[in-house]
Nanobody, 126 residues
Framework: QVQLVESGGGLVQAGGSLRLSCEAS????????MGWFRQAPEKEREFVAA????????TYADSVKGRFTISKDNAKNTVYLQMNSLKPEDTAVYYC???????????????????WGQGTQVTVSS
């Protein structure tokens, strides 16, 4: 059974930092791109960041560039999202996803990704 399990969410003040983790299990994710999406209340799910299997290619939403960093540890089957300088508008449920779609297409592709986690809540207070 394929599972993506997120952790690391919580409540933080504006300007603070959080690191999200997503551990993959149940299959080999070789050649899969891993990424993060988020969904705020009454809003559509939106792309945040993605990283290639090798970690050599990354892409970010404009709204998080310079503040968020995606990385991965293939030995641990885990992808991370380091979030700095958090803003109240970053408040959302953050979802991990995995798909074979190339990294460069993740910001604009609207198709549902192959695998999803259950989500972790991030709340940024002003």
């Amino acid at each position: 059974q394929v599972q993506l399990v997120e952790s690391g969410g919580g409540l933080v003040q504006a300007g603070g930092s959080l690191r999200l983790s997503c551990e993959a299990s149940g299959r080999t994710f070789s050649n899969y791109v891993m990424g993060w999406f988020r969904q705020a209340p009454e809003k559509e799910r939106e792309f945040v960041a993605a990283i290639s299997w090798s970690g050599g290619s990354t892409t970010y939403a404009d709204s998080v560039k310079g503040r968020f960093t995606i990385s991965k540890d293939n030995a641990k089957n885990t992808v991370y999202l380091q979030m700095n300088s958090l803003k109240p508008e970053d408040t959302a449920v953050y979802y991990c996803a995995a798909d074979r779609l190339v990294v460069s297409l993740w910001p604009t592709d609207k198709r549902r990704k192959a695998y999803w986690g259950q989500g972790t809540q991030v709340t940024v207070s002003s």
